[in-house]
């Protein structure tokens, strides 16, 4: 049967295991929901899950310069344990999330939407309201229309929301690539911060 992809993303929302394993999961469970995360539990790919409580004081700091030597990023990607640093993996995550970084269009703002100041916030409503508003819809539709713009703006603005550049499919954003690679490490990570450098542009 057909894996729907808001399947593997809830799965993957409710057991904090890699999108590639969840839809494996969902493959061999012929969509069962229930009988998925059975089957993540016997592989102990579930236990991914808990690490949000665990201490990401490791980690690696990633620069790219593009070729025209024209736009420039520093990106810092935080792990457990300095064995996971030195990890293949690990360094080409923060390798290629530097280049995401370099060539998302429109470039990211914030790593992720808790990161987003609250008068930014307050103004992006405002805004779309406003916006809502000259369309003559109702104010609970408008309402409706502010929250649904307003994942779009987190789509667009923040990192771990932007559809992963380096996927071929155009599916995987990057907090999936990030799940992804937590599951195959087994250890918390956690993008902490990056700059992106443009020739004649100011912050």
Excluded: W
């Excluded at 309201?129 to 603005?157: C, H, L, T, W």
């Amino acid at each position: 049967m057909s894996i729907t992809s808001d399947a593997v993303r809830e799965l993957r929302e409710a057991t904090g295991v890699g999108i590639m394993d969840c839809k494996r999961a969902l493959e061999k469970s012929d969509g069962d929901f229930e009988q998925a995360k059975k089957i993540l539990r016997e592989e102990g790919k579930s236990e991914m899950g808990k690490l949000s409580a665990r201490t990401a004081a490791e980690g690696r700091i990633e620069s790219y310069i593009h070729h025209n030597g024209k736009i420039g990023v520093l990106v810092e990607v935080n792990c457990e344990t300095d064995f996971t640093a030195a990890n293949d993996e690990f360094r080409g995550f923060v390798s290629n999330l530097a280049k995401h970084i370099a060539a998302a269009s429109p470039p990211p703002r914030y790593v992720d939407p808790e990161d987003v100041p609250e008068a930014d916030l307050e103004e992006e409503r405002s805004v779309l309201k406003a916006q809502a508003e000259k369309e003559d819809k109702p104010p609970e539709i408008v309402e409706k229309i502010v929250e649904g713009r307003m994942s779009k703006f987190y789509e667009e603005n923040c990192l771990v929301k932007q559809v992963y550049v380096l996927d071929p499919d155009g599916e995987m954003t990057v907090e999936d690539a990030l799940a992804d690679l937590t599951a195959q490490v087994g250890e918390k990570i956690v993008i902490n911060r990056f700059a992106r450098f443009v020739i004649g542009e100011d912050d």
